[in-house]
């Protein structure tokens, strides 16, 4: 994946590239802005300096043009997942090198090193945990983690999600943020596009709720499998989902393309995406979801309509 420019923002956070299809915003005015260190940031989509502690207070949400910034993981969980009830498995899979592959770095290394940089073991994590009262299965993306590509380990993870989900007959929700397929394990990660829409399948077939929460950015392989596959598929509000990047596929049809392509309110007019939740009602919609899709609470009755907690 090759360099980009990055925000201060970004790079504070210790975000990693920005993927295919980002930073490519409409109205992207070059402009060089010094931001004073940690009190304000820009915002990706109206490029506008806004109070970080404002942006903080609102979940990471610019007050300006209500762009969703990139969280970290453990803030989505915490978002997400009723308090402590969060418990990972199968953590104890681990990223190999198959194809001993190396570009400018061997894998290895930038796997060592992003494993450093965001003290998780790779882009995703995978746990039990209750949602609204109601168990369920939970694995959510990390961005940070190299752009949250999707190799054997994510794969893997992905279908023991699923499986555990089938086992304890509970919903499962993926939330994605992704650049696609991790090209440093080559054909492995392509073959987990087909695994992971597999597994999420049974969950159809054995009548399990299977939702997916699409965060920016999210593209290439795992777009193109499980994370479009949910009963629902929930976006967050301006966040840019895709296959290829714009670039890619303006060179490729030699025409431009509309405005606001792959943001998410372009794919929910387009069919593409159900439902733009912003990120404070995000919870409580899932819930409802789950509900209405027949999950059960704790006490293990059926929950009625809206009323959760
Ligand atoms: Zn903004």
């Avoid at 194809?99 to 894998?107: A, I, P, T």
């Avoid at 733009?276 to 929950?303: D, P, Y």
Wanted: glycine share 12%; hydrophobic share 35%.
């Amino acid at each position: 994946m090759k360099e980009k420019k990055r925000t201060g923002w970004l790079e504070k956070n210790g975000n990693d590239d920005r993927g295919p299809g980002t930073g490519s915003d409409p109205g992207e005015g070059e402009k060089k802005i010094r931001i004073p260190e940690g009190l304000w940031i820009k915002c990706n989509h109206c490029r506008q300096i806004v109070y970080r502690k404002e942006v903080d207070r609102s979940g990471k949400v610019c007050p300006k043009c209500n762009y969703h910034f990139p969280i970290t993981l453990d803030e989505r969980l915490e978002q997400l997942a009723d308090p402590g009830t969060f418990e990972e498995f199968a953590a104890e899979v681990v990223s190999s090198d198959p194809l001993h592959f190396s570009d400018s770095q061997r894998y290895v290394d930038r796997l060592r090193s992003a494993q450093k940089k965001t003290g998780l073991d790779d882009a995703i994590r995978v746990g039990e945990c209750s949602i609204m009262s109601i168990p369920s299965v939970l694995g959510v993306f990390s961005f940070h983690f190299m752009g949250g590509s999707m190799g054997s380990v994510v794969g893997e993870k992905v279908v023991r999600a699923a499986d555990k989900a089938l086992e304890k007959r509970r919903p499962l929700i993926l939330v994605t943020a992704s650049g696609g397929a991790r090209m440093q394990e080559g054909i492995f990660s392509l073959m987990q596009m087909a695994r992971t829409s597999a597994a999420v399948g049974s969950l159809k077939k054995a009548g399990l709720p299977y939702l997916t929460v699409l965060t920016d950015p999210t593209f290439g392989g795992v777009t193109a499998s499980f994370a479009m596959l949910g009963d629902v598929i929930i976006a967050e509000p301006r966040a840019l989902i895709g296959f290829a990047g714009p670039r890619v596929i303006e060179q490729t049809i030699r025409q431009q393309l509309p405005e606001g392509f792959q943001r998410a309110e372009f794919l929910l007019e387009h069919g593409f995406v159900d439902m733009i939740v912003a990120r404070k009602h995000l919870k409580e919609t899932l819930g409802q979801l789950l509900c209405h899709l027949g999950a059960r609470r704790n006490s293990g009755t059926l929950c009625q309509g809206s009323q959760t907690g």
